[in-house]
């Protein structure tokens, strides 16, 4: 079955950075857009970045745009997420999510908290 799972959350200062790493298995990863979401106390959870499967195309909204990078190594199966300049406002749960075959999947999530 598909599985996802993160890592690379914690605490870091505004200004800071982190990447996240979303291993997965059980399905194909090369030919699945991959994502990552987030979600905050009170908030829906929210799309933060999405990648193609050959990683040709990528998106973001604008809250992230420019600090955030979502790649991919297929060779790996693995999916990242590289955030920059990091502000107390990007304070969430963050998810990697997979699509494949019209179906999606959750990882467990990871905290990501900034606060000085």
């Known amino acids: 079955q598909v599985r996802l799972v993160e890592s690379g959350g914690g605490l870091v200062q505004p200004g800071g950075s982190l990447r996240l790493s979303c291993v997965a298995s059980?399905?194909?990863?090369?030919?699945?857009?991959m994502g990552w979401y987030r979600q905050s106390p009170g908030k829906e959870r929210e799309a933060v970045a999405l990648?193609?499967?050959?990683?040709?195309?990528?998106n973001y909204p604008d809250s992230v745009k420019g600090r955030f990078t979502i790649s991919r190594d297929n060779a790996k199966n693995t999916a990242y997420l590289q955030m920059n300049s990091l502000k107390p406002e990007d304070t969430a749960v963050y998810y990697c999510?997979?699509?494949?075959?019209?179906?999606?999947?959750w990882g467990q999530g990871t905290q990501v908290t900034v606060s000085s």
């Open positions: 059980g399905f194909t990863f090369s030919s699945s857009t």
């Open positions: 999510y997979a699509l494949t075959l019209g179906l999606g999947s």
């Open positions: 990648i193609t499967g050959t990683g040709a195309t990528t």
